[in-house]
């Protein structure tokens, strides 16, 4: 980085002597020059004043930086929380593993979310093609193996059978783990959870059934029998497996145990999954499918916030799958009409109920305990947190002062997780009404009535503001603490990005099955320290010299480039001057099945979905597939005495060098490329065995480049070069 240069490196002396010089010029009359002058007293004092002034502009200081910032609209990210996915193995019987159970690694705290475990295992996997049923079994139970989802060409109706040794609930979400190796040329981009993304297959679930609720109105392919039923697809990750993910599924009716025709006599409880539409560009290789997966997170929760709505009815009662509702401390509030919190102590006002078999703690309201909620959406709040954190819950009493200052105890704090409430005095009651303040990254813009609070992350202080820019906290005279944490976590950093296959432990061990294993087959990413100024400000100028904005070609190729999902190899944007408002994207992606074939129709889509919101107004984008010109090579190759090489390694040799397959071609060919005899002529030489070229001729149709010459061929700005049918006549140097 390059040193700040001073703005002013004049000192004291020299703003002196300067203003002395000038003196006899614009004060020709003043001739007393000396210390005990008035005039020079008033000269040292404002060349003083200018000298700090120097001062100050030379020194920026880090709340000018993050100013600066604000205004580019960047303020350093706060610390990001790793996370990965755990299988539970070993589960004996079905049961619920609740949200926010607690589990230890390397010293790591990470919590759960909430699934159904289920006692089941998978068996078998067997792939059905158009060749014949393959069984991988010994490739899924091997560490390290793969094998594909519908063999190595998937065509239409190639299907996977998983055969399990247990049924899934009916009506009960069941989930499917599913990894998939990606190691090939080109990486897919990534895909954020707000992308959208339009897969390019679609496949069909079903299971087995014993037959009595099957329906005509189901939609299963017509290669399934009747006893086939459709699996309910909740949600898909995996983008019809296109990528590793989680795989939500729902069964409506029982499964039925039984054996089908591929299976060779194995009875199982089958699920089945076709390729129906489309076809995919990279086929799907599975390194390992996982029942009761969970994604898990580096935090430890010492406070949250479970929201609930009333029903107004006598009797309302409340499911509540939480780990620290079973094992933590509980308070209840209840919405008032004027919008703030009361607490409704349990057991006067409400009950909680505890079951010990499914870990659910049940919230009751009855008209037996006097009022009960009103009809209305998120009032009722279950305040839940750990034993350890009730005494510290209560940050203190407001004095009324401005700019207070209340410290947080628990760290790394995770900000974005902390909710703050400011206690009021009811009249005629000894309660206090709690009220939400809101946190904001500066009280500046805050008015005075603004119930604002910020975090001075630093020092983990909540500060509130001075009655002009965010409003002080009420008092409440006769109470220990008016200020009080409803919700935070700790975690996050760099500490949580663990590594594949580590042991886990169960905070609680007294809690759970010891027999029960948690493993993970991927690391543990996402975890980052908090962002510095200095990174802060070096994301903002990549933010300023990659714009989100298709202004230009280049920005029109940068963002296609980044379409989520997709493994895109080469992007060109085509201005026709003729139609200012009309731009054309070329996108070619990576396949290892369908090469030289066109990009895939649902690749584009992708594509014109991920540059559309980005395009100036009144311009029009159009995505499409690149054309391809088809090459002929006419060639007489005279070859060494003794040489083994044949005319078919001569045309092999050809259909490499026009191959568009990354690492393939001697030359990377790009859109609208220029084939040149001499570089073919060249090429062909430096083979082995090839003595020298004694003709070379190189055509493609005259309707579809833009110059063809006996030296070169010129593409079209939206083309790829494609080998036709090569001629080759091999003669042996002793021939000539």
Not at 319 to 335: K, N, S, T
């Amino acid at each position: 980085m390059l040193p700040l240069l001073k703005l002013d490196d004049q000192t004291f002396e020299d703003i002196v002597l300067q203003a002395r010089n000038l003196i006899p010029k614009y004060a020709p009359e003043w001739t007393d020059e000396n210390y005990h002058d008035p005039g020079i007293t008033f000269v040292e004092l404002f060349a003083w004043y200018i000298e700090m002034q120097q001062y100050y502009l030379n020194r920026i200081t880090d709340k000018n930086r993050l100013k600066f910032l604000k205004l580019l609209g960047v303020k350093p990210r706060l610390a990001m929380v790793a996370q990965t996915k755990v299988a539970f193995q070993g589960v004996e019987q079905e049961m619920h593993l609740l949200r926010g159970t607690k589990l230890r690694v390397e010293d790591q705290p990470f919590e759960t979310d909430g699934l159904l475990l289920l006692p089941t295992q998978l068996e078998n996997v067997l792939v059905c093609t158009e060749t014949g049923v393959s069984d991988v079994t010994a490739a899924m139970q091997l560490e390290g193996a793969v094998y594909d989802a519908f063999g190595p060409k998937p065509e239409l109706g190639n299907r996977m059978y998983l055969a399990f040794s247990a049924p899934f609930p009916v009506n009960q979400p069941v989930t499917l783990t599913i990894n998939l190796r990606d190691n090939h040329a080109v990486a897919a981009n990534p895909v954020p959870d707000t992308a959208q993304v339009t897969p390019s297959t679609q496949l069909a679930w079903s299971y087995c059934t014993d037959g009595e609720d099957c329906s005509d109105s189901y939609d299963l392919p017509e290669s399934l029998e009747e006893r086939w039923m459709p699996v309910t697809v909740l949600d898909d990750e995996t983008l019809q497996l296109t990528r590793s993910g989680t795989i939500t599924i729902m069964v409506r009716t029982p499964m039925e145990r039984m054996e089908i025709a591929e299976s060779d006599g194995q009875r199982a409880y089958w699920i089945c999954c076709e390729l129906q539409q489309g076809g995919y560009e990279v086929a799907p290789q599975i390194e390992s499918i996982d029942l009761n997966v969970v994604k898990v997170h580096n935090y430890d929760t010492e406070s949250e916030v479970l929201t609930c709505s009333g029903t107004g009815e006598r009797h309302q009662a409340f499911h509540l799958h939480h780990y620290l509702a079973y094992f933590g401390e509980v308070e209840v509030q209840v919405r008032e009409k004027n919008g703030g919190w009361r607490v409704w102590p349990a057991g006067a006002r409400c009950r909680l109920v505890r079951d010990a078999d499914s870990l659910t703690t049940t919230l009751v309201f009855s008209h037996h305990y006097g009022e009960v909620p009103s009809a209305e959406e998120g009032n009722v709040r279950v305040v839940i947190y750990t034993a350890a954190f009730a005494a510290k819950r209560d940050l203190g009493l407001s004095s009324g002062l401005p700019y207070q200052r209340f410290t947080l105890t628990e760290k790394p704090l995770l900000t974005e997780s902390l909710l703050v409430q400011v206690g009021v005095p009811i009249e005629g009651s000894t309660d206090l009404l709690w009220q939400d303040w809101k946190q904001v990254d500066d009280l500046n813009i805050s008015d005075a009535e603004a119930q604002h609070y910020w975090v001075d992350v630093g020092r983990g202080d909540v500060v509130f503001g001075n009655d002009e820019y965010g409003k002080v906290p009420d008092q409440a005279p006769g109470h220990t603490a008016n200020i009080r944490v409803l919700s935070l976590k700790t975690g996050g950093g760099v500490a949580g990005n663990i590594k594949a296959h580590v042991t886990w432990d169960f905070a609680d061990h007294a809690t759970w099955n010891s027999d029960m294993r948690v493993i993970n087959r991927q690391a543990a990413i996402g975890g980052r320290a908090p962002e510095t100024i200095d990174e802060a400000e070096q994301r903002a100028r990549e933010m300023i010299s990659h714009p989100p904005r298709a202004v230009t070609d280049v920005d029109l190729e940068r963002l296609a480039s980044t379409a989520p999902g997709c493994r895109i190899t080469q992007v060109k944007a085509i201005s026709d001057p003729n139609t200012p408002l009309h731009r054309k994207v070329v996108v070619r992606s990576y396949s290892n099945t369908q090469q030289d074939q066109g990009t895939n129709p649902a690749v584009l889509q992708t594509v014109s979905q991920h540059v559309e919101p980005c395009r100036l107004l009144g311009t029009q984008l159009e995505v499409v597939g690149p054309m391809y010109v088809t090459v002929t090579v006419d060639a007489t190759v005279v070859m060494q005495t003794g040489s083994e090489s044949s005319q078919e390694m001569i045309i092999d040799a050809l259909n490499r060098y026009f191959s568009l397959t990354p690492g393939v071609s001697p030359r990377t060919w790009e859109l609208g490329d220029t084939i040149y005899r001499g570089d073919l002529f060249a090429y062909l030489s430096g083979l082995p065995g090839v003595a020298y070229i004694q003709d070379l001729t190189i055509t493609a149709p005259e309707d579809e480049v833009t110059l063809i010459t006996v030296e070169e061929i010129q593409l079209p700005p939206d083309a790829l070069v494609r080998s036709d049918t090569h001629r080759v006549r091999v003669v042996a140097l002793s021939n000539q």
